[in-house]
Structure formats: structure tokens, C-alpha cells
């Protein structure tokens, strides 16, 4: 892809992922119901990597990690860094704006289970490329959970086992980029403290001090 480029509304690409999004869209009407678009300034030099959208978190209202509890943690930690400004009200409407920034998934459609198939990330990723080919400030990719830091290694062209994933791990790329993870900031992972909001401050901690240098 040469130019910036995200899915259609009605994107017909995944099929298991287009009757899902049928079903939804006649079990939950009011739902937003599509791929959802990535949230935050282009020049950005902070990139933030889920793997999908939730079925009523961002499927429900729109915008990434917004509507369900990752998104309380989330919203809350990237305000505390001066990664957002304004209030988070689980709303796309409700004013937040996010400071070098950005959020995407790496696949743009809620899946069934919430567990995307291979298929589909790999169907999904020229759309994740674009997004970093569009990012020209980018220095920093924060992987919100195993699976998101495999799909951004696999999107740079990068075997699994050359970065191995780890809560508060940091990887310097040869492209110049740091890859940071953390475990994914879901509601499960916080009830079984296996994710405390200390823990993921101190991610924060490192990839503030890593782009102020």
C-alpha cells in the first residue's frame, strides 16, 4: 500500500468476521458494528497495539478501548503520562484527546470469542502497515498482550522467537523503533492481579523516560 489506508465501513474481506458483525449488528442495533479506525494524531511518536476490538467495548462504541474496562485503565495511565487530555467518559463524544499518541488494533473487526484467527490478522495487516508507513515520528510501540507483540513482529517481517515477549520488556529494532509489552490491561488480568495499575504505570514509566531521553 503507497497511500494511508483503513477498511471500509462494511469491510468484506473476513468472512467469519462479516457474519459475526451481522449477527451484532441485529442483536445489538445501536452498536457501532464495523472495523473499528485507529484513535489518535498521525505524528505521533507513541503507538499503542491491541488486538481487536471488544464486542461492547469499541465494537459498541466506536473507538478503541472505549465502553469496557481496559479502557478505564487505559484512559486513566496514558492521562496520568501525558498521553490524553480531558475526560474519559466511555464515550467517543465525551472530548478525550490523546498527546503523541495513537491506539490501534491489529485487527479491526471483533471476532467471535474475542480470539481472531490467523486468517484474519494476516488479512488484516496491510491495513497495520499502512499505519506505521503513514507514522513518520513513530519511536515507540507499546504491545498490549502476547499475541498483539507477535502480530507486530510478524508485520516488521521478524520471527517470533527473535523478541521474545515479557511484561515490561523493551526491544530496540533495527529500524529504530522500541517494541515495549505489557500484559493487556483487560479485567481479567487486573481481578487476578496478574496486571496491578502499578505495574502497568511502570511500563508507562519506561516509554515516557525512553521518548523525553
Not at 487505559?74 to 490523546?98: C, I, M, N, S, V
Not at 488479512?123 to 498490549?144: Q, V
Not at 523503533?177 to 481481578?191: A, G, K, P, V
Amino acid at each position: 500500500m503507497t497511500a494511508y489506508q483503513q477498511p471500509d465501513i462494511d469491510c468484506q474481506l473476513c468472512p467469519r468476521l462479516v457474519e459475526f458483525r451481522r449477527k451484532n449488528q441485529e442483536k445489538f442495533p445501536e452498536f457501532y458494528n464495523g472495523p473499528v479506525r485507529p484513535f489518535g494524531p498521525l505524528d505521533a511518536r507513541l503507538l499503542i497495539v491491541g488486538l481487536a476490538p471488544g464486542l461492547k467495548g469499541a465494537n459498541a462504541t466506536g473507538r478503541p478501548f472505549t465502553g469496557d474496562y481496559a479502557g478505564d485503565l487505559l484512559y486513566d495511565t496514558l492521562k496520568k503520562f501525558g498521553f490524553a487530555k480531558g475526560t474519559y467518559d466511555k464515550r467517543p463524544d465525551d472530548g478525550l484527546e490523546l498527546l503523541d499518541c495513537r491506539i490501534t488494533n491489529a485487527v479491526k473487526c471483533v471476532p467471535p470469542e474475542n480470539k481472531p484467527t490467523g486468517r484474519e490478522a494476516n488479512t488484516c495487516r496491510p491495513f497495520l502497515i499502512s499505519e506505521f508507513d503513514a507514522m513518520k515520528n513513530l519511536s515507540a510501540i507499546l504491545c498490549l498482550g502476547q499475541v498483539a507483540h507477535q502480530a507486530m513482529l510478524r508485520t516488521f517481517g521478524l520471527k517470533l522467537s527473535s523478541l521474545k515477549f515479557g511484561h515490561g520488556a523493551s526491544h530496540k529494532m533495527e529500524n529504530g523503533i522500541t517494541l515495549f509489552d505489557s500484559y493487556h490491561c483487560s479485567r481479567y488480568n487486573t481481578q487476578t492481579y496478574r496486571l496491578t495499575p502499578e505495574m502497568f504505570e511502570n511500563v508507562f514509566a519506561g516509554i515516557r523516560a525512553h521518548l523525553d531521553g
